[in-house]
């Protein structure tokens, strides 16, 4: 069978029809799409712009040089230290290959290339490859939502909390893994009713906590605690008092703690995130600080917008603007 099909690989012309022969049988023969790959790396290696790239996740495979075991264990060999799916399996210099495409395409919003690139790895046990895997499927579910998508997203959401779940056990150490498993708690918290949501948040918090315990410049989490602290203190009154049934001590948290986490984020990395400049400036509108509220929320709008986080941020920093005109006239 390989043979064959590599024999049919001499011209680039046959490789479209023969990758999307074995792209469409990938989940039964997962080394055969990997020695196929292989093959065809060396084929075309210094002409891959001669290989359609139309075809995402059998190219990204075959940009990632494939080690192919030569004896098929069930369970894989172990790579330092990591049991990589039966069939094939990735050495550390691949993985930070992978890590440093998957980085670059996150900066540049392209969540679906992402997916595609990370989705040949989610059996590989390495906590920084799994949290990547949380934090696409998160970025991923967003887009799903903004169409409408909900069952999508829903299932984009749970998937991602078992790669953080699976990263954070691997790594109790690293910042991302405790903040990715909080994010993806907190996402899919909401999917299980009032009692589970509030209960949740304090896991949450603790992870967040523990996330800027161990890298103090992580923006991200000192946001998502502004963000907590927000939105505890802004719930309506008889929400507070079913909290205060449910648990013995709910959380007694104020506006200005939220901003001293905001303004700490914006401290570590300016700018990094529209959406800490809507919250900071929401809790300043709660705090009657209507100029400071007016400031940040322009700084938002200027900001183009390119991720469905950053597009909610524009929306609502426009709508508080036109809220702060009324006030004012």
């Not at 303004?263 to 400049?277: C, D, I, Q, R, T």
């Not at 469905?308 to 006030?327: G, S, V, Y």
């Amino acid at each position: 069978m390989f043979s064959a099909l590599a024999q049919l690989t001499t011209s680039a012309r046959n490789v479209r029809f023969v990758l999307r022969f074995v792209v469409s049988r990938r989940h039964s023969n997962r080394v055969l799409l990997a020695r196929f790959c292989h093959h065809l790396n060396n084929q075309f290696a210094g002409r891959q712009q001669t290989l359609p790239k139309a075809y995402g996740w059998a190219w990204i495979l075959m940009a990632t040089p494939l080690v192919l075991n030569n004896h098929d264990s069930p369970k894989g060999p172990a790579i330092n230290g990591h049991t990589i799916n039966s069939n094939f399996s990735c050495n550390s210099d691949d993985i930070n290959e992978i890590i440093k495409k998957s980085d670059a395409l996150l900066k540049d919003y392209k969540y679906d290339e992402l997916c595609t690139l990370l989705s040949a790895y989610k059996q590989v046990e390495n906590a920084e490859l799994l949290w990547r895997l949380a934090e696409a499927n998160c970025a991923r579910a967003k887009l799903e939502g903004e169409k409408g998508h909900d069952h999508r997203r829903r299932e984009l959401m749970e998937e991602g909390f078992t790669f953080a779940q699976r990263a954070l056990k691997l790594d109790e150490n690293n910042s991302k893994c405790h903040s990715w498993y909080a994010t993806m708690l907190h996402y899919t918290s909401e999917f299980h009713g009032y009692k589970t949501h509030f209960s949740n948040a304090f896991i949450i918090r603790d992870h967040f906590e523990k996330a800027i315990a161990l890298d103090p410049k992580d923006a991200i989490s000192l946001h998502s605690l502004g963000y907590w602290c927000f939105a505890f203190t802004n719930l309506p009154w008889y929400q507070k008092k079913i909290l205060g049934v449910l648990f013995r001590s709910p959380p007694n948290t104020t506006y200005e703690q939220a901003l001293e986490y905001f303004y700490k984020a914006e401290e570590v990395s300016p700018g990094f995130f529209s959406m800490n400049l809507v919250m900071a400036g929401r809790a300043h509108y709660h705090l009657h600080q209507y100029d400071k509220a007016r400031d940040l929320f322009t700084r938002a709008v200027n900001v183009s917008p390119r991720s469905p986080d950053e597009r909610q941020a524009h929306a609502k920093a426009a709508e508080m603007l036109k809220k702060l005109h009324h006030h004012h006239h």
